[in-house]
């Protein structure tokens, strides 16, 4: 069931979205293409059983990955 109705690049966006939700993605800890999604963000590895904070419907969003370049670069500096 789609969840947009109107607009085709917006059912895209949909759709895309829902395929990255319900893929496996791969666990930062072990490697392993086992990282499920638990809740809205909440990841859980199927594998080693690590419980990752990411983004609501992938693991790892553009906005995540430039929080976390910033927030190296900035620990680095101190
Ligand atoms: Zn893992």
Same mark, same amino acid.
């Given at each position: 069931?789609?969840?947009?109705?109107y607009g085709a690049s917006i059912r895209k966006?949909?759709?895309?979205?829902?395929?990255?939700?319900?893929?496996?993605?791969?666990?930062?800890?072990c490697r392993k293409l086992a990282l499920k999604?638990?809740?809205?963000?909440?990841?859980?590895?199927?594998?080693?059983? &690590? !419980?990752?904070?990411?983004?609501? $419907? +992938?693991?790892?969003?553009?906005?995540?990955?430039? &929080? !976390?370049?910033?927030?190296?670069? $900035? +620990?680095?500096?101190?």
């Open positions: 069931m789609r969840s947009s109705r966006q949909v759709d895309k979205a829902m395929e990255s939700k319900d893929r496996r993605h791969e666990c930062p800890k999604r638990k809740s809205n963000a909440v990841w859980v590895c199927k594998s080693c059983g &690590a !419980k990752l904070a990411g983004a609501t $419907y +992938s693991f790892e969003s553009k906005t995540g990955q430039l &929080a !976390k370049r910033n927030i190296t670069e $900035y +620990s680095t500096k101190a």
